[in-house]
């Protein structure tokens, strides 16, 4: 449940972007969540949703942004893509294989995927 | 008619944890701590662990731990009998530690009095992975009386890990799961090591104690 901690973080971040930004109201937000966090998105979208009522941002659009998950290699340093099962619906990597798609090595580290960003804001003014 | 416009943010939604893990890492490297964040399945075996990790330890480090979880008092006591300065974190509701409550633990501390620290995150494996503490090693704790499925359902967690640990390997048969089967899941997720253990029977602790051992030695 730590959706309700970063829908917090993004809320504040978002309403503190606006109010320097002097915007009259917040009509979409765009959030980049990566394919390896461990966050729900239908979830988060529900929190920064409630959270956003009664303040400037109430009723704005909320867009969510994937970024695959990405390793990379520490015996040949390539980067290859995190394999996703396309049958995995609810993109949960059920198998997942972190290992390097040019040599085989399993001694690679996540290096994208597991990012949280607020993208940008639309506001008007 | 109002003037719509976009703004660019980029920013990291996590980037004030971040911010707070180096500053926590930084203290810690500044007064050579050694810090384990101890995360894991609810009821896996962290407190036990933790506790031999201390019996066998502290004839030669000067330990200190930081229980958390959401009443912290019961695992704290457990602790402080092996008569270690406890530190207990009460998190409420919250289902995992952040640097933050690392870093408020730590205030009223001489960090000039222990070379090892054990933070026993909330029982939880999808949540404290996100959250970067400070420490120098991730330790990951399962048994298998989470069922042998149970790695597999949580794999970053486990990607992440320095060393995952399987352990009540003494009750594997009563459970009927394959202790086995949890350590080549760990090992197929990319955890660095996997051991397996039985607090109960004393199996595997010396490559606990072995483990902690090199990243102390290491940092
Ligand atoms: N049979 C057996 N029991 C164990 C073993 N390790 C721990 N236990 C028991 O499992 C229970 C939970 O152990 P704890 O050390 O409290 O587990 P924990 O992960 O700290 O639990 P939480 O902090 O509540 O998430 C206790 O009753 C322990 O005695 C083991 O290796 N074998
Ligand atoms: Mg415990
Ligand atoms: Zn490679």
Known sequence: ?125 | MHKVSDVKMGQDILRINRHIASENRELFDRHGITVFNVMGAIGSGKTCLIEHAIEMLKGEYRIACIAGDVVASYDSERMARHGVPVIPVSTGKECHLDAHFVEHALEDVDLASFDVLFIENVGNLICPADFDLGEHAKVVVVSVSEGDDIVLKHPVIFKTADLTVVNKVDIAPYVGASAEKMHKDAVSCGSSSVILTSCRKGEGLASWVSFLRSVIKGT
């Open chain 1, 1 to 125: 449940m730590h959706e309700v901690t970063v829908a917090q973080s993004v809320v504040d971040a978002v309403l503190g972007e606006a109010s320097a930004q002097g915007a009259r109201a917040v009509t979409s937000v765009t959030l980049i969540f990566g394919e390896l966090s461990l966050i729900n998105t239908e979830q988060i979208s529900f929190w920064i949703a409630s959270f956003f009522e009664g303040s400037l941002a109430e009723g704005a659009e909320i867009l969510i942004e994937g970024a695959p998950g990405k390793v990379e290699c520490r015996d040949c340093g390539a980067i290859s893509e995190v394999s996703v099962d396309p049958d995995d619906k609810l993109s949960h990597y059920l198998v997942p294989d972190f290992s390097c798609a040019h040599c085989g090595s399993p001694h690679t580290f996540i290096c994208q995927g597991r990012e949280m960003l607020i993208k940008s804001i639309q506001i008007t003014k």
